[in-house]
């Protein structure tokens, strides 16, 4: 039998000799691959045979870890992103590290620490999430995600950064003293939560506004990258294995090029920052060495599947394939695979695999629902079903759809946007022209061209359609037609 052994680095910050000694640990019982996890942590599989010889050498390292259990989730940051994706931010390297260093236990709930000006790293897929303020320098919003539900409460106040650590750990024990009220009820109360705790001798001030979410846009985090003259590296592997000569190597080439730390990534990617030109070749050369491919196609890499899951990177496989053969459009989409329950995927599109039939542990008859985050923002909780019931051999067409329907929200919400800052009492330049667009699936009509297969003449006014028209594709009715600017939809 196969177990799984969770080491955890808190905020994704890895020091190379640390690493090396577990790789050490792991080549002594004939490991060939490690894996990283969503919540930046270190998965190593082996057969349970092996499992003590390898315990033993954890043990004698002084490493923490857990043996198929998540008892003690990972701190999550957006640190690795610090310096070569979030610039202009008074969240430095040290601010990080001292937050860190002052969580001096092991949580026991999901606690993340983020940048509000990024999406790299989710912000709000932990229980306890910490969103650096964009106004106050080291302070923070805090919004709680009540856990094994989907229940979202931002605090009315800021807290100060020296005070993280200990409202964290405040918070995870009235949490877990009170388990039926906040724990997998969905009528959990985030004022009760707050009632009962004592912010005495904390520094903490009234938040002027709610926590300003950054819109998504993943950076392409991969490859040998310029940046402050030095380079990043970010390292992918589409099979998620890290072969574990190849991370020797790495925590080696660290160590001789005085490179004190490596980071993973909610991506299960790894980034080395802080290489120095005369060491790019180096690096280079090691990458060489391994064959280690770089520069995947963007529509892969916005993918998130959930730890140690198959399934799911096969659907990926099949997804992404159909994606490329035609030629969609992906950037700005975050897209999630989920194929159990309870389990946590960051995504502005969620596939979710169910089974029609599940009775006395058989499951039959697989299907797939599209679902969509708020604003298809993946740090928003709540969102729409786009599509529900798909077999397997409609899903790569119905997702190519939700994709579409990604960019016609997109353009409604600059159209807002621009009518919100012109006035919207301001009449409409008459140069302007618009079309009318199905909003399921996108087909247009002009009263220019009309529509001669439902015997409607060139010239015909939107306004003046009979009421039966119909869309000449899905047979919407009238009313789900949306008047959008030529101009968006890019049209000649």
């Keep these: 039998m196969e177990q799984t052994v969770i080491i955890n680095f808190p905020g994704g910050i890895i020091s190379p000799g640390g690493l090396y000694n577990i790789l050490v640990a792991a080549a002594k019982v004939r490991l060939r691959y490690v894996r990283f996890g969503l919540r930046q942590q270190l998965l190593i599989d082996l057969e349970s045979y092996n499992l003590e010889t390898f315990t033993e050498d954890l043990d004698e390292l002084g490493i923490d870890y857990e043996v198929d259990t998540h008892h003690f989730p990972n701190i999550i940051s957006s640190y690795p992103a610090e310096e070569i994706f979030i610039r202009n931010t008074w969240l430095t390297e040290g601010v990080?590290?001292?937050?860190?260093?002052?969580?001096?236990?092991?949580?026991?709930?999901?606690?993340?620490?983020?940048?509000?000006?990024?999406?790299?790293?989710?912000?709000?897929?932990?229980?306890?999430?910490?969103?650096?303020?964009?106004?106050?320098?080291?302070?923070?919003?805090?919004?709680?995600?009540?856990?094994?539900?989907?229940?979202?409460?931002?605090?009315?106040?800021?807290?100060?950064?020296?005070?993280?650590?200990?409202?964290?750990?405040?918070?995870?024990?009235?949490?877990?003293?009170?388990?039926?009220?906040?724990?997998?009820?969905?009528?959990?109360?985030?004022?009760?939560?707050?009632?009962?705790?004592?912010?005495?001798?904390?520094?903490?001030?009234?938040?002027?506004?709610?926590?300003?979410?950054?819109?998504?846009?993943?950076?392409?985090?991969?490859?040998?990258?310029?940046?402050?003259?030095?380079?990043?590296?970010?390292?992918?592997?589409?099979?998620?294995?890290?072969?574990?000569?190849?991370?020797?190597?790495?925590?080696?080439?660290?160590?001789?090029?005085?490179?004190?730390?490596?980071?993973?990534?909610?991506?299960?990617?790894?980034?080395?920052?802080?290489?120095?030109?005369?060491?790019?070749?180096?690096?280079?050369?090691?990458?060489?060495?391994?064959?280690?491919?770089?520069?995947?196609?963007?529509?892969?890499?916005?993918?998130?599947?959930?730890?140690?899951?198959?399934?799911?990177?096969?659907?990926?496989?099949?997804?992404?394939?159909?994606?490329?053969?035609?030629?969609?459009?992906?950037?700005?989409?975050?897209?999630?695979?989920?194929?159990?329950?309870?389990?946590?995927?960051?995504?502005?599109?969620l596939i979710r695999k169910r089974h029609l039939l599940n009775f006395l542990g058989i499951k039959l008859f697989a299907v797939y629902d599209i679902l969509c985050a708020k604003n298809f923002n993946p740090n928003e909780r709540t969102g729409f079903v786009f599509s529900k019931g798909n077999p397997k051999s409609l899903l790569p067409e119905q997702l190519r759809r939700a994709v579409l329907k990604f960019y016609q929200t997109r353009l409604e919400v600059k159209s807002e946007q621009l009518v919100s800052q012109t006035g919207s009492n301001q009449s409409v330049p008459k140069e302007i022209e618009f079309l009318y667009q199905c909003r399921d699936c996108f087909t247009v009509y002009s009263e220019d061209l009309g529509d001669m297969t439902q015997g409607i003449t060139a010239g015909t006014k939107f306004d003046d359609l009979p009421a039966n028209f119909c869309c000449s594709l899905c047979e919407n009715e009238k009313a789900k037609f949306l008047k959008v600017e030529k101009t968006a939809l890019q049209v000649l």
């Excluded at 002052?102 to 709930?109: D, E, G, L």
């Excluded at 912000?123 to 919003?141: D, E, F, K, P, R």
């Excluded at 980071?263 to 060495?289: M, R």
């Excluded at 399934?311 to 700005?332: A, I």
């Design 96 to 349: 990080y590290k001292d937050i860190f260093d002052a969580i001096n236990f092991r949580p026991s709930v999901k606690v993340n620490i983020c940048d509000n000006n990024q999406s790299f790293t989710p912000m709000l897929t932990g229980n306890i999430n910490w969103v650096a303020s964009s106004q106050s320098a080291h302070y923070w919003h805090l919004i709680i995600r009540f856990p094994k539900t989907n229940v979202v409460y931002e605090w009315n106040q800021l807290c100060y950064t020296n005070n993280i650590a200990s409202l964290t750990q405040k918070i995870e024990a009235i949490i877990n003293a009170n388990p039926d009220a906040f724990i997998d009820n969905e009528k959990a109360k985030g004022e009760k939560l707050f009632a009962a705790l004592d912010v005495s001798g904390f520094i903490i001030k009234p938040a002027e506004n709610p926590v300003s979410l950054s819109a998504f846009n993943l950076p392409y985090y991969e490859g040998l990258n310029r940046y402050n003259n030095k380079y990043w590296l970010g390292i992918y592997r589409r099979d998620e294995l890290f072969s574990v000569d190849f991370l020797k190597k790495i925590c080696l080439l660290c160590l001789e090029t005085k490179l004190g730390q490596l980071c993973c990534t909610s991506w299960k990617t790894i980034i080395i920052k802080g290489i120095d030109e005369q060491d790019k070749q180096s690096w280079n050369a090691l990458l060489e060495e391994f064959e280690v491919n770089m520069r995947h196609a963007a529509n892969e890499l916005n993918f998130q599947v959930e730890d140690h899951c198959v399934e799911g990177l096969e659907l990926k496989n099949y997804l992404v394939k159909h994606l490329s053969v035609n030629d969609t459009r992906t950037f700005g989409i975050c897209f999630g695979i989920k194929t159990r329950k309870k389990s946590e995927v960051f995504s502005s599109i």
